[in-house]
């Protein structure tokens, strides 16, 4: 089955602890992003990558760090996570950019504390 | 730069009813536009999308949207809805000239359908 796999799908953790949440695809896609949904805002984008080795900042990348060393994997990564990043988080990926539209995986609910 | 403005935060409408989800857009480019639903604790997934051509575009569960250019409008409209249609919805644009770049969403519209 065709699909984005995001792993944990809820996370609790303490201000300053480094955590990752994984980001997998299937389908061989190029393009793949990470969202924050709040409510009230929508969907923010965090950061996003076109290639393997290619990553660029979006709307909010202030305290996140990613990577793309395979097409398949786009890890997110919080350095030192702050209450302000509780979040729902989607991990989203497309054959090649925004035309072709997004398959999402189902969201990590973070709560920092 | 793009942004989004969806009129209506929450729609309440009865089960076979028709229901219109408002999407005004702003920007200086030509866009792309796109209508997202989210189901309750799952991802979001794509009803239909705008490129060129018709302006009246026809998704999926019976949804359609019409691009209007002159009110850079993208209103979402159903004839009949179900219960199953309870759902946020996400409007999108980004710029047609740069399909890698920035897809701007929405705050959403949280339709709820009783019967």
């Known amino acids: 089955e065709a699909q984005v796999t995001q792993n944990p799908r809820y996370l609790i953790t303490v201000t300053g602890k480094k955590l990752t949440v994984t980001c997998s695809q299937n389908?061989?896609?190029?393009?793949m992003s990470w969202y924050r949904q709040d409510p009230g805002l929508g969907l923010r984008q965090i950061y996003y990558?076109?290639?393997?080795?290619?990553?660029d900042k979006g709307d909010v990348p202030e305290g996140y760090k990613v990577s793309r060393k395979e097409k398949r994997n786009f890890p997110l990564i919080l350095e030192s996570p702050s209450p302000n990043q509780t979040s729902l988080y989607f991990c989203?990926?497309?054959?090649?950019?925004?035309?072709?539209?997004?398959?999402f995986g189902s969201g990590t609910r973070l709560t920092v504390v | 730069a793009q942004s989004v403005t969806q009129l209506d935060s929450q729609v309440p409408v009865f089960e076979e009813a028709p229901v219109e989800l408002r999407c005004n857009y702003s920007s200086s480019v030509s866009v792309y536009l796109f209508w997202y639903v989210q189901y309750p604790n799952q991802g979001l997934q794509l009803l239909l999308k705008y490129l060129s051509g018709s302006t009246l575009v026809k998704g999926i569960n019976g949804f359609e949207a019409e691009f209007n250019k002159s009110q850079t409008s993208f209103h979402l409209r159903k004839p009949s809805v179900h219960i199953s249609d309870t759902a946020e919805y996400f409007c999108a644009v980004s710029d047609r000239g740069d399909s890698w770049g920035k897809l701007q969403f929405g705050a959403g519209t949280q339709v709820v359908v009783t019967p």
């Open positions: 389908m061989n896609h190029e393009y």
């Open positions: 990558s076109m290639n393997v080795e290619v990553t």
């Open positions: 989203a990926s497309s054959p090649h950019g925004n035309d072709y539209g997004y398959t």
